[in-house]
């Protein structure tokens, strides 16, 4: 167990992230991002998911359409890597049900929810250290986990079906996201008279 750990730690620093410095700034101007636009906020959450507040898609669409079209330029510059993940049809469903799941419990993402634990909510830290727990038994039991989600489909992306047109594909994928976030209309009608309603 205690090898399978070291191993995860070793896997992840070789990984070439980047500088500390440059990791740091880039996770402040996320948090002021964060901040800025209150999607931290548990009635932020609750609004989109009862479709009566759209700052969370707006803000998903536009940064998904930015950072696209930024990471493929970066990394054709040599400024930037990815390594995509291969597809786990079972692991895809039971993730994504745990990931909503905890996600509705919790009012909070794994992007948020670092920003909520820094103003003081200890209901996120405890959601926060049940991650962590999962993550630690997931990466110890691997083996038991990866027969129940099922045989690899390989690593293929969006450019993989557009071979020859990548530059053009990511400019029309990622505008066309950029797009959606400025006409989706600006709704922010979940008031605290709502969320009291729903605590109640």
Do not use: W
């Not at 750990?5 to 992230?17: A, G, K, P, Q, Y």
């Not at 507040?53 to 930024?70: C, E, Y």
């Not at 926060?128 to 489909?153: C, H, N, P, R, W």
């Amino acid at each position: 167990m205690i090898d399978r750990i070291l191993d995860m730690f070793t896997t992840v620093s070789n990984e070439s992230h980047g500088s500390v410095a440059v990791v740091f700034l880039i996770g402040i101007i996320f948090g002021v991002i964060i901040q800025y636009s209150r999607v931290d906020k548990f009635e932020k959450i609750a609004g989109f998911a009862m479709l009566r507040d759209t700052v969370v898609p707006k803000m998903l669409f536009l940064a998904i359409g930015l950072a696209s079209i930024g990471l493929y330029f970066m990394v054709q510059a040599g400024y930037a890597s990815y390594h995509p993940k291969p597809i786990i049809l079972g692991g895809l469903i039971i993730g994504g049900a745990i990931f909503g799941i905890s996600m509705a419990i919790l009012g909070k993402c794994p992007g948020t929810g670092p920003v909520s634990i820094a103003e003081g909510r200890i209901d996120v830290l405890v959601g926060a250290i049940g991650g962590i727990f999962g993550g630690l038994v997931f990466t110890v039991y691997f083996d038991f986990f990866k027969k129940i989600m099922g045989e690899s489909l390989g690593k293929t992306t969006l450019l993989t079906y557009f071979h020859g047109h990548e530059t053009l594909t990511i400019l029309i994928f990622g505008i066309t996201l950029i797009v959606i976030s400025i006409i989706i209309p600006l709704r922010e009608e979940f008031d605290k008279a709502d969320l009291n309603q729903l605590k109640d």
